[in-house]
């Protein structure tokens, strides 16, 4: 999953890129408010969603555990949104390796014109390259963290718009084939979101804002200010930590700027739309250590994070203008 970008390099890449105004200005049209309190957030049944995908085992695209989770997010997701889209396509890896990938659209109030869109890559690393036993090193990651956290969140967020109603316009997207990239291939990161942005499902879509979810689950975390999101997306980063703060969870979103990380989110900056990564970093600044190892499993996944990423979120809708 994603590097941790030459932030001077990469934020040269950026400049002039995407359509419309740059994404800093974000000068998109209010939402209504999705409702007047949030409603508490369940960590046990955000929990109990990133369980049920590690299950099916590693969700590499190409293989059965990925077609077989793929299939059971699809049929959830249709028992809380108003329209699901499933957009597949056969992608292309940097190594040349077909990825038959699905991007998996779920949407609330889908004619509503002013768009939300949250979303979280649901496949897995096909190599748990970061691992410290080499022999490891040709495995599989279980992606409990990094991948399974942000879907497991969002599946949760998704139960409760469907419970408590909204008349806000929330899309909730679970992006494929972000993790089968090179470290020495920037462009082979983030194929699904990619694809989604330059060929989306319905006609002219374009969200007012777009928030990512990327290991929001692991023990230890702390959310920095990501450096793409606070220089492209500040007044959308702004808000969303002011409602982390609001909800009590000030001391895991940290004021501090992170690195810039190719991820995601980046594909939507490209396009000119406000976009955020919510994403964890360890206390010294760096991935967690379980990142990209066989380690990323449902051992170092704390109830804990995902409810302050859960609760944050939720608070953060209710108070949408």
């Known amino acids: 999953m994603k590097a941790i970008a030459l932030t001077i390099l990469a934020a040269g890449i950026l400049m ?30 955000a929990y109990a969603y990133v369980e049920r995908q590690v299950a099916f085992g590693p969700r590499v695209p190409g293989t059965s555990g990925h077609a077989a989770c793929g299939d059971w997010l699809e049929g959830r997701m249709k028992e809380y949104a108003d329209t699901v889209i499933s957009q597949r396509v056969t992608l292309r ?34 190599w748990a390259d970061n691992d410290p036993a080499q022999s490891n090193r040709d495995k599989p990651v279980p992606g409990a963290n990094d ?25 909730i997207l679970f992006v494929d084939a972000e993790d089968y990239g090179s470290e020495d291939v ?17 006609p002219g879509y374009v969200p007012a804002r777009a928030v990512l979810l990327d290991m929001v689950g692991g023990e230890g975390s702390v959310f920095a200010r990501e450096y793409f999101s606070q220089n492209y997306a500040p007044q959308l980063l702004d808000s969303f930590w ?56 449902m051992a170092h996944i704390s109830r804990e994070t995902l409810g302050a990423v859960g609760s944050s979120l939720m608070h953060w809708l209710s108070e949408l203008q």
């Open 16 to 45: 002039g890129c995407g359509r419309g105004a740059s994404a800093s200005a974000e000068s998109t049209p209010a939402t209504p408010s999705v409702a007047s309190s949030p409603t508490p957030f369940d960590a046990d049944s």
């Open 93 to 126: 890896a940097f190594d040349g390796t077909p990825l038959p990938a699905r991007n998996i659209m779920a949407r609330f109030n889908p004619q509503a014109p002013s768009r939300t869109l949250l979303l979280a890559h649901w496949d897995t690393r096909p």
């Open 147 to 171: 991948g399974a956290s942000g879907v497991g969140v969002l599946m949760e967020v998704a139960r409760q718009l469907r419970e408590s109603g909204t008349q806000a316009g929330v899309d």
């Open 186 to 202: 920037e462009e082979s990161w983030a194929l699904g979101a990619r694809y989604f942005v330059q060929n989306p499902p319905v």
């Open 242 to 297: 002011a409602a982390a703060r609001d909800a009590g969870h000030a001391s895991l979103f940290s004021n501090e700027t992170g690195p810039a990380i190719t991820d995601d989110h980046l594909e939507f900056i490209k396009a000119g739309i406000p976009a955020i990564d919510v994403i964890a970093f360890s206390p010294e600044g760096s991935f967690l250590p379980t990142w990209h190892t066989l380690k990323d499993d």
